[in-house]
């Protein structure tokens, strides 16, 4: 998976992190829907040291009533969900790990987490050759979280970002957001159209 990255669909550790932050401060200057809160950057320690370079994106308590729509607070028959973008150095790519639970805690199974998924996402799922869900330990809480497989996501972002006429740095800053319009759409996850125009 050599080549130059984003323009064969990579992104190199400096680039997600660029793009991260990009997309952390963009998502703060739109207007998103109020029962999403914000991506967050969670920097990991190395050797009990906090690290910059290292981290990873989090969107976290996002609600959801037990029939997948999103709400604003937690009440009831809900279900809780956490996503966090990592970098895999392996497929040199943002992996979206994910999991949910109930409002007292535990934890949902993969069959709790597909019915609280719109008919479009469980449609994606089902038909697309790229996508499909496992449970590994998520690289920086070493606990099992749900994870949309990375194995073809250089592929399709290289189709996805090959028509932009944009400069290197350009798309740099356009991949996480690009690449959340695609996987996000396979959990449920409503990407706000402004995140992708530049102010």
């Known amino acids: 998976m050599g080549g130059s990255p984003v323009g064969d669909g990579t992104l190199s550790l400096d680039g997600f992190n660029a793009?991260?932050?990009?997309?952390?401060?963009?998502?703060?200057?739109?207007?998103?829907?109020?029962?999403?809160?914000?991506?967050?950057?969670?920097?990991?320690?190395?050797?009990?040291?906090?690290?910059?370079?290292?981290?990873?994106?989090?969107?976290?308590?996002?609600?959801?009533?037990?029939?997948?729509?999103?709400?604003?607070?937690?009440?009831?028959?809900?279900?809780?969900?956490?996503?966090?973008v990592v970098y895999s150095h392996s497929y040199?790519?943002?992996?979206?790990?994910?999991?949910?639970?109930?409002?007292?805690?535990?934890?949902?199974?993969?069959?709790?987490?597909?019915?609280?998924?719109?008919?479009?996402?469980?449609?994606?799922?089902?038909e697309s050759k790229w996508t499909f869900i496992t449970r590994e330990e998520h690289p920086q809480l070493s606990r099992p979280w749900f994870t949309l497989h990375p194995c073809a996501t250089s592929d399709w972002m290289k189709l996805l970002l090959e028509e932009s006429k944009v400069a290197y740095e350009e798309q740099l800053l356009r991949y996480l957001p690009a690449w959340l319009s695609v996987v996000g759409q396979a959990v449920g996850l409503k990407i706000p159209l402004e995140l992708h125009c530049r102010p």
């Open 92 to 126: 040199k790519a943002p992996v979206l790990y994910f999991q949910g639970h109930r409002s007292d805690g535990q934890l949902l199974t993969l069959d709790e987490i597909k019915q609280d998924l719109p008919s479009d996402s469980l449609k994606v799922l089902s």
């Open 19 to 84: 793009s991260a932050r990009a997309l952390e401060k963009r998502w703060k200057e739109i207007e998103v829907d109020e029962s999403l809160p914000d991506w967050t950057w969670k920097p990991c320690s190395n050797l009990g040291v906090p690290s910059e370079v290292e981290g990873y994106l989090a969107l976290e308590g996002v609600y959801r009533d037990c029939g997948g729509s999103q709400v604003q607070s937690s009440s009831g028959n809900i279900h809780v969900y956490d996503f966090h």
